[in-house]
């Protein structure tokens, strides 16, 4: 097991505005898994992303990544545990708009100790011949390929994908979705998507469905199918 979730808890506003987002996630993911997690507005999937990826605190409940309790961490081993072990897909691209296609990409590289060959990387993305140019020359599909490049050349263990396709229009979408199930394949990190998009179950290891703050069904896929496949 490489994701250990247990109890996880997690409240916003106080008295009668109070909400409770989580109310006791477990939650345990293989190594290399892909995993989808489907839900409504509110049901506290991107809450749960952000606790994993450590941009949140639990109210109560814990993490382990690989034998490490993120818990323990101090503030300082928690930007070293973001900066080494994850990488962030949005659903907006936050590119650095001065920035050059490859330069976008190489900023997430010196984050990390063991990167990937850049140029390697942008013709797997698909982005080679677009390296030099700014992000206001691209269309959406292509700031959305260039950020997860920056997100993946640190070689992160994870992979968190907040509605990752949510901007884009459909066939854009299952370029992306494409792309990142073969980023999963060829690289082996660990993708935890948020979606509501239900037809994406489809390509996933593992769905895991929440409401209300609670997880309702977490089943494993024995008929998946690739993103190609997909549509809705």
């Not at 992306?176 to 990190?189: D, P, Q, W």
Request: aromatic share 6%; with cysteine; net charge negative.
């Amino acid at each position: 097991m490489f994701i250990e979730i247990k109890g996880i808890k997690k409240h916003f506003g106080e008295g009668e505005s109070r909400v409770d987002v989580l109310k006791g996630i477990d939650l345990e993911l293989n190594k290399g898994e892909f995993c989808v997690l489907l839900g409504p507005s509110g049901s506290g999937k991107s809450t749960l992303l952000n606790i994993i990826g450590g941009i949140d605190s639990a109210d109560s409940g814990y993490i382990v990544v690989d034998d490490e309790k993120i818990e323990e961490k101090s503030e300082k081993e928690l930007t070293i545990y973001r900066r080494k072990h994850l990488g962030y897909v949005f659903q907006m691209y936050n590119l650095i708009p001065n920035l050059t296609v490859r330069e976008n990409i190489e900023v997430g590289a010196y984050l990390s100790d063991n990167p990937l060959d850049v140029d390697e990387l942008l013709k797997t993305l698909g982005l080679f011949e677009h390296q030099r140019k700014l992000p206001n020359q691209l269309s959406g599909g292509q700031q959305q390929r260039t950020a997860i490049g920056r997100a993946i050349v640190k070689n992160p263990a994870i992979l968190l994908c907040d509605e990752p396709t949510g901007a884009l229009d459909y066939n854009t979408s299952k370029e992306i979705l494409k792309l990142i199930e073969e980023v999963n394949r060829k690289y082996g990190n660990t993708v935890i998507m948020v979606t509501h998009n239900d037809a994406i179950k489809h390509m996933a290891d593992r769905v895991v469905r929440l409401r209300d703050g609670v997880i309702r069904s977490n089943v494993l896929n024995d008929s998946k199918v690739s993103a190609t496949e997909l549509d809705w």
